[in-house]
């Protein structure tokens, strides 16, 4: 079984910078892991992705240059290093899990689910 849980997320002056963590049990029976943020009345979106092997990564438009995903193999954690913040960022962000040889970046994709962690930007 597969869990996940997220930490780090809080509130945040716009131009700031925050780093999530995503704690992976079961790691073994997964293949990439994602980063979603859903703000309110919004479907949820992808931010960024990257394979446990290779450690290829991809990212949404929006936070490209900004964000960055990184792992830990022998920690079994996932980060999202969060710089330049604006408002717009403002989000319930998911950390999720993917068991086959790819790196999607639909959340229909993705088997497993942490919790959510709120962070919040304010202009």
């Known amino acids: 079984q597969v869990q996940l849980v997220e930490s780090g997320g809080g509130l945040v002056q716009a131009g700031g910078s925050l780093r999530l963590s995503c704690a992976v049990s079961?790691?073994?029976?997964?293949?990439?892991m994602g980063w979603f943020r859903q703000a309110p009345g919004k479907e949820r979106e992808f931010v960024a992705a990257i394979s446990w092997s290779s450690g290829s990564t991809y990212y949404a438009d929006s936070v490209k240059g900004r964000f960055t995903i990184s792992k830990d193999n022998a920690k079994n954690t996932v980060y999202l290093q969060m710089n330049s913040l604006k408002s717009e960022d403002t989000a319930v962000y998911y950390c999720?899990?993917?068991?086959?040889?790819?790196?999607?970046?639909?959340?229909?994709?993705?088997?497993?689910w942490g919790q959510g962690t709120q962070v919040t930007v304010s202009s």
């Open positions: 999720a899990a993917h068991v086959t040889r790819m790196i999607p970046t639909s959340s229909y994709a993705y088997n497993y």
């Open positions: 079961g790691r073994t029976f997964t293949y990439a």
